[in-house]
């Protein structure tokens, strides 16, 4: 039905998809891997219409297809439900679900408020949704707004004439597992009237949903298989060059932490999400915080790092008290890497070498202007250390892979000298092979005696990184687990006590 053939496409020092033939097939879901710059996103922007190939085809039904532009795309039947999502939070669900096609609901120059939610309504019935198409956005949950997503790309694609193709970019990266078997059920539903490209990182949930599975690498595709054929083990081989080792979370690398105690945390307080938590860090630990969303995890690591203020008890680095503020954190030695590192980690407009200065500005900056010299040098060093895959450190943060930005992150703390560093889900939006790389690096921290506290994707991330896991549930710690290297907890002696 869609085929993309020998397409290629350059950028200024990058050749970012090398000769690349995929077909999509009428009411099939294929699965898309390949590690962070393996060129899955500049594929998908080809086919939403944010670029134009350099050489090679696209057909779809025999015919050649020419994408102008995003919205060219949704009226060719080709529409996309982003990961960062496209929703915008102060408009309604209705709004939302048509915007830039409000016209048939136009009585006289204005909007027909119960005709556009009658059509909303019938939309999202399509992802059985029940919502009230006039409720705003921002009162939704993350998979909630993920099912409008869906609903606004079934709508769009679907009046094209055609099967619709609906391109889907880590749908479940933020979702938790009761929301991804939610939307698994209602993409396997829908395949009968759609076509999906699923985009993951996650292994294991692309093989259970997809029926044919194409893996990406350097910007080629180097294999296409049925994925009832594929194992979580050949893909892994496939995409990062190099088998899937018993060591993936460097648990080799683990040493017993310190006896210095780097953060303390008394009574910690915050309304009813958050309920007179104790606990303390070592230096040279990794601490896992686990729960379910709701259990208190994520107020607990903003709370750390200065965002939010207790109502009752205190943080403290050594003898002094943290002050709820990001500037006292980080003058106090901690540094934050939040779960939405796009929105809050990095100012993305900017270069890789401002990103990584901006905390300490005093160290390149001669009478309070910026010696750029001195800030590309110290770009370029922290570039080599950690590996980071860019032009060079002038190169807009925008256009790195997920795993690269990942790691412009930590290297921001890294330089501004972090001796406590709150991880929000590090690794979430990363392939596997960008995932070992932040495991080396945390190892790597805590060697030089650096206090982590962890807070991860998956429980099997946490137990193999950590030294010890708080469990939480309801605000409250409800056990603090040991986790020495060749005794980790399972995940079923840690589930007990999230529910």
Not at 175 to 188: K, P
Not at 221 to 228: E, F, L, R, Y
Not at 272 to 280: E, P
Not at 419 to 438: F, K, Q, S
Request: aromatic share 4%.
């Amino acid at each position: 039905m869609l085929i993309l053939n020998h397409i290629t496409k350059r950028f200024p020092g990058v050749l970012a998809l090398d000769d690349v033939s995929i077909e999509i097939r009428p009411n099939e879901i294929v699965g898309l891997i390949g590690e962070n710059g393996a060129g899955k996103s500049t594929l998908m922007k080809l086919l939403t219409g944010g670029y134009r190939q350099d050489s090679g085809e696209i057909l779809r039904n025999g015919e050649p297809l020419v994408i102008r532009n995003p919205r060219d795309a949704t009226a060719k039947g080709i529409a996309m439900v982003y990961q960062e999502q496209s929703i915008l939070p102060n408009l309604t669900v209705a709004e939302n679900l048509f915007l830039g096609r409000e016209e048939p609901f136009m009585t006289f120059g204005r909007l027909n408020w119960s005709k556009l939610k009658r059509a909303a309504a019938a939309e999202l019935a399509t992802v059985h949704l029940d919502v009230d198409p006039l409720d705003l956005c921002e009162e939704l949950s993350f998979g909630q707004r993920q099912m409008v997503e869906l609903a606004k790309a079934l709508s769009l694609a679907s009046h094209s004439g055609d099967t619709p193709v609906i391109l889907l970019d880590e749908p479940t990266s933020v979702l938790e597992a009761a929301e991804i078997d939610i939307l698994f059920r209602l993409v396997r539903e829908l395949k009968s009237r759609a076509s999906f490209v699923f985009v993951s990182h996650r292994l294991d949930e692309l093989l259970s949903l997809s029926d044919r599975v194409y893996v990406m690498k350097d910007g080629k595709v180097v294999a296409g298989m049925q994925a009832a054929d594929a194992s979580v083990t050949q893909l892994h081989e496939l995409m990062v060059g190099r088998t899937m080792g018993g060591q993936y979370y460097r648990e080799n690398l683990q040493k017993p932490y310190r006896a210095e105690v780097a953060l303390s945390v008394r009574n910690a307080s915050v309304g009813q999400t958050l309920r007179n938590v104790s606990f303390d860090v070592h230096r040279g630990e990794v601490f896992g915080v686990a729960g379910v969303v709701g259990s208190g995890r994520e107020e607990l690591c903003r709370v750390i790092a200065g965002l939010e203020a207790l109502d009752t008890g205190e943080v403290r680095v050594g003898e002094t008290r943290l002050t709820p503020s990001a500037r006292h954190a980080v003058e106090l030695g901690i540094g934050y890497v939040p779960r939405e590192r796009k929105v809050e980690g990095l100012v993305t407009q900017m270069s890789v070498a401002e990103n990584l200065t901006l905390p300490r500005l005093s160290a390149v900056s001669r009478g309070g202007v910026v010696d750029k010299r001195a800030e590309r040098a110290l770009a370029n060093e922290w570039i080599e250390r950690l590996h980071i895959k860019t032009p060079g450190p002038s190169a807009s943060c925008r256009n790195l892979s997920g795993g690269n930005q990942q790691k412009v992150v930590l290297a921001k703390w890294r330089f501004t000298g972090s001796r406590i560093l709150v991880l929000d889900h590090p690794t979430r939006g990363l392939d596997v092979g960008a995932n070992e790389e932040v495991y080396q690096l945390i190892r790597e921290l805590t060697d030089e005696g650096v206090a982590v506290v962890l807070t991860g994707d998956t429980l099997e991330e946490i137990l193999g990184l950590s030294h010890r896991v708080m469990v939480m549930r309801d605000g409250r710690a409800q056990i603090i687990l040991p986790c020495e290297v060749g005794s980790k907890p399972s995940q079923v002696d840690v589930v007990e006590h999230m529910v």
